[in-house]
């Protein structure tokens, strides 16, 4: 089983909607949690941590849900320039980071 | 955020040459780097983490003779692909980790290896 899963996508969506991401982890020992957006050919870039909390910046809002060891992302008014792929990346054992396939998301007109 | 750089941004060698990566952090000192492949359309695989001063910690199936990672200082990692071929095409990706309580990764902006 891989340490992080997520729903590959496309996810494609028009301008303004509101879009939902789930990522889950396998080890319930792990204490942080990123989502990171890498846009086509580039390196990933943080997005935002992912406090037990919950927690917002504009319009993404993540969250943790520990019993159920998964995250989550919501955009919400959806922009073109938000098309990209996202990352969910947990850090386990060892101080290792490991990282999701990526949800990739289309912003479309 | 902290800045990480990465030379070369490209290069494309002969089957069998070595090529060498540099990583630097800018403006924060990194004890530790992490290095990562990607290959097009798949996820980031970690293939090592560099600690400054002390010999890289290698994922299973990553050869640590092929892949040789030196960390000489808090600012700078290599990453040497030795004898390179063309199968090590890919994009090369390292990562700083911020000092004190900072668990954020900065990434550089990577390095695409064509090996013809």
């Known amino acids: 089983r891989k340490e992080v899963e997520q729903d590959p996508g496309p996810f494609n969506v028009p301008e303004g909607a509101t879009v939902a991401f789930n990522c889950t982890y396998s080890?319930?020992?792990?204490?942080?949690f990123f989502w990171y957006r890498q846009d086509c050919r580039k390196e990933p870039k943080l997005l935002m941590s992912?406090?037990?909390s919950g927690n917002e910046d504009g319009r993404f809002t993540a969250q943790l849900n520990r019993a159920s060891q998964y995250i989550s992302l919501l955009i919400r008014d959806s922009k073109l320039s938000d098309s990209a792929t996202y990352l969910c990346?947990?850090?386990?054992?060892?101080?290792?980071?490991?990282f999701g396939s990526g949800t990739k998301l289309n912003v479309k007109p | 955020g902290a800045v990480v750089s990465q030379h070369p941004s490209r290069v494309i060698c002969k089957s069998g040459t070595s090529v060498k990566i540099e990583c630097r952090s800018l403006?924060?000192?990194?004890?530790?780097m992490f290095w990562y492949r990607q290959f097009p359309k798949q996820s980031l695989m970690l293939m090592a983490t560099?600690?400054?001063?002390?010999?890289?910690?290698?994922e299973q199936g990553v050869e640590k003779d092929k892949f040789l990672i030196n960390h000489a200082s808090l600012t700078l990692s290599t990453l040497t692909v030795t004898s390179a071929h063309p199968e090590d095409s890919s994009f090369y990706i390292c990562?700083?980790?911020?000092?004190?309580?900072?668990?954020?990764?900065?990434f550089g902006p990577g390095t695409r290896l064509l090996v013809l």
């Open positions: 403006d924060f000192q990194a004890t530790t």
């Open positions: 992912v406090y037990s």
């Open positions: 080890n319930s020992a792990s204490q942080s």
């Open positions: 560099s600690n400054e001063g002390s010999k890289a910690t290698y």
């Open positions: 990562s700083a980790r911020s000092g004190g309580a900072g668990e954020t990764q900065y």
């Open positions: 990346v947990v850090k386990g054992n060892f101080n290792k980071f490991y």
